[in-house]
């Protein structure tokens, strides 16, 4: 058996978007790497964690409306969706095993986090018993993040015949979150001595970052295949029968991330998804000749892949100009007066960073070239160009520094030395405020 795991980007709230992601992967899937499963992440149809917008009245309909889509659409594979359930009164993070239009099983979660960032009593109710079925002639239990954590959701699926688990999540990033993981699903695989199919989700959401690294172990725990973490797509796990038992072979087994990079990238893609999914046009950076600075600008400056970044310097003979450039929004149009004709790029910061640490609140050490300069703009090439551009520019402001709000008081006060500014999708009709749209 061939099982694909999709590691979707998806966004709380989008439904349409998140529909149609789901719709192209299974295709995608099936005709493309001839899968027999693809799996979906936790509560992917609405996005996670939706939180108070399950409350919202529209959003059953919506989202009832979208399964609907999905199920009708998707044929030719069987594929496991997360997503909320309405029943009467009550809601459950659920999951559901469907191919060629036929609901086969629908398993509730049954454990719900409520610690840290996860408040997950407030609005579902625990689902009740195993979920087992059939697939491809392999039978599967099938469970919901939290519901690994613990020992008697897979103990339950094993005793009702299950002789490979699959698990679907929204598991955020911590720094050490992956090998908490891997350890945590290894003691499930050897307790019950079954395989266990392991999907994360992949993106940031707003003050969440969720990092991939999908990945299998097999029955004596050991990781059999790990997918890369911080990057989307559909990476193929084979499932095989041997002497009644199903088994993973040892396949493709990405690196782990040392910990420097690991949160370097979590920051960039939480930074990147923040300004995006929340609509900012931009964002307007404070910055000084120091370190701290220098990594706020290279985190915030980083696209998607760094052949997509393009630093465009101003000239010391155009400093003070206006900056022009055709379907390009700086913030404010502003005249930016020349301090300096010494300038580094965001690679060359990114070369010289040696350090970074996350303790609670975000603060960046590193050692880098000095960063005196005059006024740049950096155009990071995130999203897309709709064509529908505002007017009025409101860029997201992102402190450097434990003296953010000194600097947020001369930003206002008077001009800084240094402004940067990139541009970003905007989804809003011209005209259109963040606030009067819909999230």
Excluded at 132 to 155: H, S
Excluded at 320 to 342: E, F, I
Excluded at 380 to 387: E, K, S, V
Aim: proline share 6%; aromatic share 8%.
């Amino acid at each position: 058996m061939r099982i694909g795991l999709a590691q979707l980007n998806t966004r709380v709230g989008a439904i349409d978007a998140n529909t149609n992601g789901v719709i192209e992967a299974a295709v995608d899937a099936r005709d493309r790497l001839g899968c027999d499963l693809v799996l979906y992440p936790e509560l992917a149809l609405c996005g996670y964690p939706p939180e108070d917008l399950l409350l919202h009245r529209g959003l059953k309909s919506r989202v009832t409306a979208a399964f609907e889509t999905v199920r009708r659409e998707v044929s030719g594979i069987a594929f496991l969706l997360g997503y909320p359930e309405y029943t009467g009164e009550s809601i459950y993070n659920s999951a559901a095993l469907i191919r060629d239009g036929r609901i086969l099983a629908n398993h509730r979660k049954q454990i719900l986090p409520n610690y840290a960032v996860f408040d997950e009593k407030r609005y579902f109710q625990p689902g009740g018993g195993p979920t087992v079925v059939e697939i491809a002639g392999q039978q599967c239990g099938i469970i919901v993040c939290e519901d690994a954590w613990e020992p008697p959701p897979c103990r339950a699926s094993v005793a009702a015949g299950a002789r490979l688990v699959l698990v679907i999540n929204g598991s955020p990033y911590h720094m050490h979150q992956q090998r908490i993981r891997e350890s945590i699903l290894a003691k499930r695989a050897r307790e019950n001595d079954v395989p266990i199919v392991y999907l994360n989700m992949m993106g940031g959401q707003d003050e969440l970052v969720f990092d991939g690294a999908s990945f299998a172990v097999a029955a004596d725990g050991t990781v059999v295949f790990r997918a890369p973490s911080f990057e989307t797509g559909i990476f193929v796990v084979e499932a095989q029968s041997a002497r009644g038992a199903t088994v993973i072979p040892p396949q493709s087994v990405a690196a782990t991330l040392p910990l420097t990079e690991s949160v370097y990238r979590a920051l960039v893609l939480g930074t990147r998804d923040y300004v995006e999914k929340n609509g900012f046009p931009g964002v307007v950076l404070g910055l000084s000749g120091g370190v701290d600075s220098a990594l706020t600008l290279t985190v915030a400056t980083r696209p998607r892949s760094s052949a997509a970044c393009s630093a465009r310097k101003r000239s010391a003979d155009s400093a003070g100009s206006t900056w022009s450039a055709p379907g390009k929004c700086p913030a404010s149009n502003s005249r930016l007066s020349r301090t300096s004709n010494r300038t580094a790029s965001p690679d060359a910061i990114s070369r010289d960073a040696s350090a970074l640490t996350m303790l609670g609140t975000l603060y960046f050490a590193a050692t880098a070239r000095s960063t005196s300069a005059k006024a740049t703009f950096f155009d990071a090439g995130f999203g897309i160009d709709t064509g529908r551009r505002s007017t009025k520019v409101t860029p997201l402001t992102i402190p450097t520094s434990v003296r953010a709000q000194r600097k947020l008081e001369d930003f206002q006060s008077r001009p800084l030395r240094w402004i940067a500014c990139f541009d970003a999708i905007h989804p809003y009709p011209v005209g259109q405020s963040r606030a009067s749209s819909s999230r």
